[in-house]
């Protein structure tokens, strides 16, 4: 066990208790929990509707199939996690991309409008490492182009976009509640926000067996449904993420502080008064990351590369598409750059501290 670790998940007994009502007194599968937990969480992003799905991943397929990108190309970054463009793929559409942006690391609003094709069905940007992607010019370049507009929000519960929560500004925004995100349920589990009630309705049947009535069925869905348990363990933690986040933009501030004047590390975005990012990950750009990820682990402190292969150069993607190096050189460049420090709500000041102590250390600062 690290001495300082990446992550760890919030566990308390009000969580557990909340689990095991639910267990106890309700339905299994879908049950009030369940159906309280998207209540609840609809309105916390702002929108008429949250549907619960089985995970962040499935958030996104069956988001995409609802909205028919089958046989279609659906537009993202390649800086992000597999699972990203492997739900294109999942969708029945083929994943196209756009280099990401440099100064936020998320997909480059600039390049995506002009990598938009007439086989488009949807643009997806990421909210990478929990900070807003750049929303204005993609809506913009989405309504001009007459195409969907979908947001991984899977690291980004809670982060604002001009006043607006992320995952309420496209046509759908997708969530993930695994246990190293900023809230989880106990487990795998995600969320699909809408105001558009006949995508909602679409979601909600493919994720229950493409069922409209107990034994009658119109599409070919998919199981893959919110467990009430976890439901229960969600509802506890969207009780506090808003003071978790702010905790963890706190320790980001307090990393930026002690770390501002190493040339070898260029820090990740703060904010502005546009853009409040919550830091599901502090991912920094720095000078050899893999000999200062050594350092690190023999001093006990965890650290982690998001993401050391972008999607594009992943053997599966090479083998399906043919995508080679210096294809998407920005997103190549950070792949071999980036590298995540511990942050967690729970994580101390002096703890911070001694990270950035060590940072410093291994650079002669």
Same mark, same amino acid.
């Given at each position: 066990?690290?001495? $300082?670790?990446?992550?760890?998940?919030?566990?308390?007994?009000?969580?557990?208790?909340?689990?095991?009502?639910?267990?106890?007194?309700?339905?299994?599968?879908?049950?009030?929990? !369940?159906?309280?937990?998207?209540?609840?969480?609809?309105?916390?992003?702002?929108?008429?509707?949250?549907?619960?799905?089985?995970?962040?991943?499935?958030?996104?397929?069956?988001?995409?199939?609802?909205?028919?990108?089958?046989?279609?190309?659906?537009?993202?970054?390649?800086?992000?996690?597999?699972?990203?463009?492997?739900?294109?793929?999942e969708a029945g559409a083929t994943p196209k991309f756009a280099d990401a942006?440099?100064?936020?690391?998320?997909?480059?609003?600039?390049? !995506?409008?002009?990598?938009?094709?007439?086989?488009?069905?949807?643009?997806?940007?990421?909210?990478?490492?929990?900070h807003p992607a750049d929303m204005d010019p993609m809506v913009a370049a989405?309504?001009?182009?007459? $195409?969907?507009?979908?947001?991984?929000?899977?690291?980004?519960?809670?982060?604002? %976009?001009?006043?607006?929560?992320?995952?309420? $500004?496209?046509?759908?925004?997708?969530?993930?509640?695994?246990?190293?995100?900023? /809230?989880?349920?106990?487990?795998?589990?995600? /969320?699909?926000?809408?105001?558009?009630?006949?995508?909602?309705?679409?979601?909600?049947?493919?994720?229950?067996?493409?069922?409209?009535?107990? %034994?009658?069925?119109?599409?070919?869905?998919?199981?893959?449904?919110?467990?009430?348990?976890?439901?229960?363990?969600?509802?506890?933690?969207?009780?506090?993420?808003?003071?978790?986040?702010?905790?963890?933009?706190?320790?980001?501030?307090?990393?930026?502080?002690?770390?501002?004047d190493l040339k070898q590390v260029k820090l990740p975005p703060q904010g502005?008064?546009?853009?409040?990012?919550?830091?599901?990950?502090?991912?920094?750009?720095?000078?050899?990351?893999?000999?200062?990820?050594?350092?690190?682990?023999?001093?006990?402190?965890?650290?982690?590369?998001?993401?050391?292969?972008? $999607?594009?150069?992943?053997?599966? %993607?090479?083998?399906? %598409?043919?995508?080679?190096?210096?294809?998407?050189?920005?997103?190549?460049?950070?792949?071999?750059? /980036?590298?995540? /420090?511990?942050?967690?709500?729970?994580?101390?000041?002096?703890?911070?501290?001694?990270?950035?102590?060590?940072?410093?250390?291994?650079?002669?600062?």
């Amino acid at each position: 066990m690290a001495k $300082i670790p990446m992550a760890r998940p919030v566990v308390t007994e009000e969580m557990v208790e909340a689990m095991g009502t639910a267990i106890r007194n309700e339905r299994m599968v879908m049950g009030e929990s !369940a159906h309280k937990f998207e209540e609840e969480f609809a309105r916390y992003i702002g929108t008429k509707y949250a549907i619960g799905v089985g995970s962040g991943t499935a958030a996104l397929q069956l988001t995409m199939i609802a909205l028919g990108v089958h046989g279609k190309e659906v537009l993202s970054t390649p800086f992000s996690f597999i699972a990203t463009a492997n739900a294109v793929v999942e969708a029945g559409a083929t994943p196209k991309f756009a280099d990401a942006r440099e100064s936020d690391y998320n997909l480059d609003p600039v390049k !995506a409008e002009k990598a938009i094709g007439p086989k488009t069905a949807a643009m997806l940007p990421v909210h990478l490492y929990g900070h807003p992607a750049d929303m204005d010019p993609m809506v913009a370049a989405c309504k001009k182009k007459g $195409i969907a507009l979908i947001e991984d929000a899977c690291q980004a519960h809670g982060a604002i %976009y001009k006043g607006r929560k992320v995952g309420s $500004i496209g046509d759908a925004g997708c969530f993930s509640f695994y246990p190293t995100k900023n /809230m989880t349920v106990g487990g795998d589990g995600g /969320m699909v926000t809408t105001n558009d009630e006949k995508l909602a309705k679409e979601i909600s049947k493919l994720r229950d067996c493409g069922r409209v009535s107990r %034994y009658m069925h119109d599409v070919v869905g998919f199981t893959s449904r919110l467990n009430s348990v976890n439901a229960a363990f969600g509802r506890v933690q969207l009780r506090h993420l808003d003071g978790w986040n702010e905790r963890r933009r706190a320790i980001a501030k307090l990393y930026a502080k002690e770390l501002k004047d190493l040339k070898q590390v260029k820090l990740p975005p703060q904010g502005s008064k546009d853009i409040v990012p919550v830091f599901h990950l502090f991912a920094m750009k720095v000078e050899k990351r893999d000999e200062l990820a050594d350092f690190l682990a023999k001093k006990g402190i965890d650290s982690a590369v998001h993401y050391p292969i972008p $999607i594009h150069l992943q053997p599966i %993607y090479r083998q399906l %598409y043919g995508y080679k190096e210096g294809s998407f050189p920005v997103s190549e460049k950070l792949s071999t750059s /980036m590298i995540s /420090m511990p942050m967690f709500p729970e994580l101390k000041d002096e703890e911070v501290k001694i990270v950035s102590e060590a940072v410093r250390e291994f650079y002669g600062g």
